[in-house]
């Protein structure tokens, strides 16, 4: 289906004012031929005056960034596009089976007015609606669908809590009403395929041997240190499925990325440990350094002389003290080194 924009239909206010001077004279008119018991254009004023209103259906009222897709009888006649008070054939339907769909998003809940719509239509109800809820206008505003936190396996096995903002608009209005049932619902259900789909390929944190980017060579890539990367995978993803119902993703960034609960505590005691082994290493390495260069000038200044017993034991001795987690407790030897 290719869309067909209709520009040249910016003439309501003409046939509006056309219109009203329709009116004014049938009922004028009428009023002067019954004074004058001319039945015949009298008549015709009455049907006048009865079916002059089928010329306001046709008006139609845009706002920036809305569009109005168009059928008459079944058949897709062009799409409405940029503000302005258009006219139309009074006997054109707007089409938009995603009006009364919900995402919780930009544009499409408006507060208690929102929340009074969703009660009605779930109860039944034949409440007035106004006409700005019952519209059935597009919007080409830039919108971001509020997805729910999902929880996916990494690829590891381990159970991960993620949640994404999807950014995108409609770029093509004929296939969005017309090539897919509901675009918005058909949105929602393919960002959430997308994102399971990319997150099982990544590790939440750095693992070895781990290869993410398909090229059979392992990489360091991780849903924790990677996410800018991990957003563009799943944004392109996205894009690939909506192109087809005119929709167009603009951008996808990471909003919530956790383990799940259920693991949560014990992956923070892993990485508890995994960072105390990193501390201990480092005062480990600079224990041994210092010791060594403690030696080393202690041989070369000439002040003592130190067999391999009594350097075992300096050695051992030192090595307690810059590695020990608490302060060393000092015991000062004044009787003979030997």
Partial sequence: MNEIILTQRKNGM?????????????????????????????????????????????LKVLGPQEALVLTLFGKYIGTLKGEGFYFVNPFCIA??????????????????????????????????????????????KIMTPNNTRQKIHDCLGNPVEIGIAVTWRVTDTAKAVFDVDNYKEFLSLQCDSSLRNIVRLYPYDVAPGIDTTGDGVADEGSLRGSSEVVAARIRDEIHSKVREAGLEILEARITYLAYASEIAAVMLQRQQA?????????????????VEMALERLGESGMIELDEERKAAMVSNLLVVLCGSHDAQPVVNTGSLY
């Fill in 14 to 58: 003409a046939v509006l004012l056309l219109v009203i001077l329709l009116y004014a004279v049938a009922i004028l008119g009428t009023v002067f031929f019954a004074m004058n018991d001319l039945f015949a254009p009298m008549v015709v004023c009455i049907i006048v005056l009865a079916l002059g209103w089928i010329f306001l259906a046709g």
């Fill in 95 to 140: 089409v938009n089976p995603a009006a009364k769909t919900k995402l919780s998003q930009s544009g499409d809940v408006e507060g208690d007015k929102g929340s009074k719509l969703l009660a009605a239509i779930g109860a039944g109800s034949n409440a007035n609606l106004t006409k700005e809820m019952v519209s059935k206008k597009l919007s080409l």
């Fill in 274 to 290: 995994s960072a105390i082994i990193d501390a201990r290493k480092m005062i480990v390495e600079g224990a041994v350094g210092t």
